[in-house]
């Protein structure tokens, strides 16, 4: 329902619940600022600009569904690499209808840290027919984009095609940057969706891809799940690489569990497992 429906007098009639959200958002944003104790100004300015948006969206959701009342998404997430090497990582994601703005901050003892912000949106051209263009930034000088189109309905194609300035990354997608794109799948009229992916480096010559096999499934009590295969093939830094990596992800309406393992991250000497949690707020 509209919250502007049934109003009296010009007042909502759900602005009880409005201000316990603009309260629990507040709450939120100052538990992040707390968080990443930031030692980078960027960050710092970056969070206090999410800040000041997140009022401003409270102010404008007259038009929407109480339902998306809960446009952020904070993700804390643990890199176990072994021999007591750790990486850790946040980060605080918001969206609105199709259009998504994040910032995070990833640190290990070998890289340090780096910090990253980014946006992606998707934009229908037709009928079925939707391209999702990303761009992303780091410092150390880092600039990525991509551009991705998705064709059909229930069954459906993907193309895309990735570029960076080759700058210092460390890339916590797993997947190669510098890349072309293709895959299908399949969406049932109950929620599954089912992808197949490749993804396949077109410019360093080193003949890395992953091929992922995707499944969502949406479960009882409004869960859902979602399982990830990987097969990975082409030239590391130590060798020919040829491995299989896994992630699973259980959400649930405002939070979600994840873990992955990927043998050989980014194609290096060494393998990740990762465990994450996020909130939804």
């Known amino acids: 329902m509209n919250i502007t429906e049934g109003t009296l007098g010009g007042e909502p009639k759900y602005e009880s619940a409005i201000v316990l959200r603009r309260t629990k958002r507040a709450s939120a944003m100052a538990f992040v600022r707390r968080l990443l104790t930031v030692r980078h100004l960027p960050v710092r300015c970056l969070l206090g600009a999410m800040q000041i948006l997140s009022v401003g969206a409270v102010h404008g959701q007259g038009q929407a569904d109480l339902d998306e009342a809960a446009p952020y998404k904070l993700t804390i997430g ?10 850790e990582d946040a980060n605080l994601r918001w969206r609105h ?17 780096q910090t990253r912000v980014g946006a992606d949106t998707i934009v229908s051209l037709g009928s079925n027919v939707s391209l999702q263009p990303s761009l992303q930034a780091a410092t150390r000088g880092f600039l990525g984009g991509s551009i991705t189109f998705q064709v059909g309905e229930p069954w459906f194609v993907i193309a895309g095609w990735g570029r960076t300035n080759l700058k210092p990354y460390f890339n916590l997608n797993f997947d190669p940057n510098d890349a072309l794109t293709i895959g299908g ?25 992953h091929l992922h096999f995707t499944g969502r499934w949406p479960l009882q009590n409004d869960l859902r799940l979602t399982l990830d295969l990987l097969h990975k093939t082409g030239l590391g830094d130590d060798g020919r690489v040829r491995a ?17 393992r990927d043998p050989k991250q980014n194609f290096s000497t060494v ?6 949690a996020a909130l939804r707020f």
């Not at 109950?190 to 077109?202: H, N, P, Y």
């Not at 299989?244 to 992955?260: N, V």
């Open 78 to 87: 643990q890199y176990r690499y072994g021999h007591g090497f750790n990486g």
């Open 97 to 113: 209808h199709d259009t998504s703005l994040w910032i995070g901050e990833y640190h290990d003892k070998s890289l340090g840290s």
């Open 185 to 209: 799948g399949w969406h049932s009229e109950r929620g599954s969706v089912f992808t197949t992916t490749l993804i396949a480096d077109d410019r360093l010559g080193t003949g890395q891809k």
């Open 244 to 260: 299989w990596g896994f992630g699973g992800t259980l959400d649930f309406p405002h939070w979600s569990l994840r873990i992955a």
């Open 271 to 276: 393998s990740a497992t990762r465990v994450s």
